[in-house]
Structures are given as structure tokens and as C-alpha cells.
């Protein structure tokens, strides 16, 4: 059974640096790209970015280029997201999703598995 | 940027009813349009990919149409488990650009 398994809700002050994470089973983890969505609160889902665990081959919503950093580590087939320097903006929930496709080639970057979700809180 | 406009952004339904929501391209995306249902507290789930595909284990209630830049997801008969928020995610270019979102209320 393919999952994707989140880290736990946090809770940050602004500035703080965090970097949450996706670890993913059931599948040839290195051989999926997998992206980030963010969901700020009663709001619709964005695109962040997205990687290819293999190679670490990364593109970004241009919208989010240099707010955050994605990276992967094949041989505990988990990815990441973080942030260096947090703001109260990036409250939201987090989710990584695994592209249907399987596969090096970009593009067609829609999702068929989803992890559950991280909620990242930033208050002073 | 390809932008998504779906319409309406809320509808109120009943059971049984069949339901119609739209999604609106900037530019020509071709078929590389996918949906999705996302219920309070959960991540989204795939109901349909390039436009009119269905996702194994998705009720063939659910189906998709269109092309270019003006696409339909119906659902024919609503169910009590179909109210939840839906979005359309454009892949034609390389990023995923998703719509604002229809919820769905019981009316």
C-alpha cells in the first residue's frame, strides 16, 4: 500500500527556521517526483513546488523560489521542506503528494497519493 | 502563468441532484486537467485526470469533460458523501496551477 507519511504539527515564532517532513512506503520511493502544496487557512490549494528523489531534480513555483528549500534523501525515502526564516505568513497546512506518473521525465504534475497533512503555525 | 477560474464558487444542492462545475483556462492547457474532492480536515483526493479519465476506485457518478480552456466535472446523481470543496489543477505547463475551488453544500 503506497503511503506518505507527514511530521507532526508545529509551532514556530516568526524568524525561527523548520523544516517539516514526507516519508513515503509502499512504493519505489526515488522513482516519483513529489511535490509540496500549501493551504493557508480557509483558502484553496498552491503549488510550491516539486522533486525528483533520484536526483534531487527540483523545480519551483515561481511564487515561492527562494522562500523555501525542497530536498530529498533517498535512502530513508523521505522528502523535505524548510524554511530558514519563517513568517507569520506561512501559517498553513502543508501537504506532500507523489505524482501519478512514474518516472525522470517532468511535467504532468498531477497526484494521486497525498500525505495527511502538516500544520505549520507561526505566532509570535 | 496559466491561471484557473471555476465556477461557481459555492452551489447549494440537494440529494440526487445532478451537479455542474466549471473550470476556465487563461490559456489552452489541451486535455492535462485534473479534479479533485477535498473534505474538512483531509487532503484532497483525484477523482479525474486529463480531463475526462476516471481514477480507479472513483464512483462513476463522477465524470470530467473538455478541452482547451473550458472543462466540466459532473457529478449526476449527488450523493450524501459528495459534499465536500473541488478544485481543478491545470499540468500543462511544468508546474500545477489549481483553481480557487467549488464547495458544494447541502441545500
Known amino acids: 500500500e503506497v503511503q506518505l507519511v507527514q511530521s507532526g504539527a508545529e509551532v514556530k515564532k516568526p524568524g525561527e527556521s523548520l523544516k517539516i517532513s514526507c516519508k513515503g512506503s509502499?512504493?519505489?520511493?526515488?522513482?516519483?517526483?513529489i511535490a509540496w502544496v500549501r493551504q493557508m487557512p480557509g483558502e484553496g490549494l498552491e503549488w510550491m513546488g516539486i522533486?525528483?528523489?533520484?536526483?534531487?531534480?527540483?523545480r519551483y513555483n515561481p511564487s515561492f523560489r527562494g522562500q523555501v528549500t525542497l530536498s530529498a534523501d533517498k535512502s530513508i525515502s523521505t522528502a523535505y521542506l524548510q524554511w530558514s526564516s519563517l513568517k507569520a505568513s506561512d501559517t498553513a497546512m502543508y501537504y506532500c503528494?507523489?505524482?501519478?506518473?512514474?518516472?525522470?521525465?517532468?511535467?504532468?504534475?498531477?497526484?494521486?497519493?497525498w500525505g495527511q497533512g502538516t500544520l505549520v503555525t507561526v505566532s509570535p | 502563468d496559466i491561471q484557473m477560474t471555476q465556477s461557481p464558487s459555492t452551489l447549494s444542492a440537494s440529494v440526487g441532484d445532478r451537479v455542474t462545475i466549471t473550470c476556465r483556462a487563461s490559456q489552452s492547457i489541451s486535455s492535462w486537467l485534473a479534479w479533485y474532492q477535498q473534505k474538512p480536515g483531509k487532503a484532497p483526493n483525484l477523482l479525474i485526470y486529463?480531463?475526462?479519465s476516471l481514477e480507479s476506485g472513483v464512483p462513476s457518478r463522477f465524470s470530467g469533460s473538455g478541452s482547451g480552456t473550458e472543462f466540466t466535472l459532473t457529478i449526476s446523481s449527488l450523493q450524501p458523501d459528495d459534499f465536500a470543496t473541488y478544485y481543478c489543477?491545470?499540468?500543462?505547463?511544468?508546474?500545477?496551477?489549481f483553481g480557487q475551488g467549488t464547495k458544494v453544500e447541502i441545500k
Open positions: 509502499g512504493y519505489s520511493f526515488t522513482s516519483y517526483w
Open positions: 489543477q491545470q499540468y500543462n505547463s511544468y508546474s500545477g496551477t
Open positions: 503528494a507523489r505524482r501519478d506518473i512514474v518516472g525522470a521525465t517532468p511535467g504532468l504534475y498531477y497526484f494521486n497519493y
Open positions: 486529463k480531463a475526462s
Open positions: 522533486i525528483y528523489p533520484e536526483d534531487s531534480d527540483t
